[in-house]
């Protein structure tokens, strides 16, 4: 079989921008380009500041992850441009700036609609990955949900659920870009192709590199606890989980299903089997099966998260603080007690004199140089470390 190399323009075509057309601003909202053009003919160009924060966030969440900066600093990277921004990872509320761009507006405002679509939705995933994987608690949390977005998303919605605080996701692109082994189990295709639950286990087994985890599906044909049972006597210590995709039409009562495969894998000497489910999971859900499930498996909820509303504003202009009604204007520092976790929102040209929080810590700034003149100032740090600094915050914040 040939495969179609890339898009030649004619024919059917995968509906994608470039990254070279991504810089050049062609996803941009329209209303730029003619922004752009008139301050060109006009000579209206000046240096300003602009900052990115969110009002309010999504439903019910207290609090959002900060992600999407690597990509942005991609974007920007050679632009006469020097940026501040939060440590990527960062858990920050609402009000609280997490980027500020200072350069001559006419630079960078093709690229608002671009940096702000890298922002919004990453921070949207990590901070869906990151509420699951706060529920889950030790339990493994992996995202399941490349199927659910745009392909060429896949990478970006992976890392985004990882560096939010899942444990491992499925899609390949995504795993090379992160440096980890791709995760998961089996689909009911082959066990439909094979026939039997058990017959798909033994193959599955025979063919799959042994450090794979033999996590079965047990929701294809048959009663999920006699299919447990069933795989567990026949693959007995090699069975390392089973897996429940049961679909919503015959859950019934799925914590009190699974609390029953629970009791008799166990009365049968069958501890180790771990029970993993998948299928419309989320934070909530996680919560309802804590007591009974090993693993989950988040697909659509993470994936297809609500975006962070990000806005970016003029915050400055030739120096002077000046903002549109509802934004307070001037440049910002964010300062964090890394003890009490308590926040606040300085205007950077006062003098902070007292770094003592009143629980005893030092507050300490979160907003950093990160771009200097179209130069990146640091390597990024790698998914693992600001998973890692994600994971950190969590137990300091609600859900
Ligand atoms: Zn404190």
Not at 334 to 345: A, I, M, S, T
Request: proline share 5%; charged share 25%; with cysteine.
């Amino acid at each position: 079989m040939q495969i179609k190399s890339d898009n030649e323009g004619v024919g059917p075509q995968l509906h994608i921008a470039t990254p070279l057309e991504i810089r050049a601003g062609k996803t941009t909202d329209i209303y730029f380009v003619r922004t752009h053009e008139i301050i060109e003919k006009k000579g209206l160009d000046r240096p300003v500041k602009a900052e990115f924060i969110a009002k309010g966030f999504h439903d019910d969440w207290k609090w959002a992850v900060f992600c999407g900066l690597e990509e942005i600093l991609s974007l920007v990277e050679g632009m006469p441009l020097t940026i501040r921004a939060l440590p990527e990872g960062t858990v920050f509320s609402s009000y609280e700036p997490v980027m500020e761009i200072e350069g001559n507006y006419k630079d960078f405002c093709l690229l608002e609609t671009a940096i702000l679509g890298l922002m919004c939705q990453s921070s949207g995933v990590a901070t869906k990955a990151a509420r699951c994987k706060k529920a889950a608690e030790e339990r493994p949390v992996l995202s399941f949900g490349a199927r659910r977005v745009h392909p060429s998303l896949t990478p970006m919605v992976d890392r985004s659920a990882y560096i939010g605080g899942c444990d491992g996701i499925s899609a390949v692109k995504g795993a090379e870009l992160l440096g980890i082994k791709p995760t998961g189990t089996m689909p009911h295709a082959l066990i439909l192709l094979i026939g039997d639950t058990v017959k798909a286990a033994q193959a599955f087994d025979e063919v799959v590199e042994p450090d794979v985890g033999r996590v079965v599906l047990i929701d294809t044909f048959n009663d999920e606890k006699f299919e447990a049972l069933r795989l567990a006597e026949a693959l007995k210590e090699k069975l390392y989980g089973i897996r429940l995709d049961t679909p919503s039409s015959r859950r019934g009562n799925l914590p009190r299903m699974i609390e029953e495969i629970r009791w008799e894998l166990d009365i049968r000497g069958f501890s180790h089997v771990k029970i993993f489910v998948s299928g419309g999971m989320d934070e909530y859900k996680i919560l309802d099966l804590n007591p009974y499930v090993d693993a989950y498996g988040v697909g659509t909820s993470i994936s297809n998260a609500p975006v962070v509303d990000f806005s970016m504003d003029i915050i400055e202009i030739s120096g002077q603080a000046v903002a549109k009604k509802g934004k307070m204007s001037g440049s910002k520092q964010l300062y964090r007690c890394p003890k009490c976790f308590k926040d606040q929102v300085v205007y950077l040209k006062k003098d902070i004199d007292d770094l003592s929080c009143e629980c005893g810590g030092v507050i300490e700034p979160l907003l950093t140089p990160v771009m200097t003149g179209g130069r990146i100032l640091n390597s990024a740090p790698s998914p693992k470390k600001i998973r890692e600094y994600v994971l950190s915050q969590l137990e300091h914040f609600e859900m």
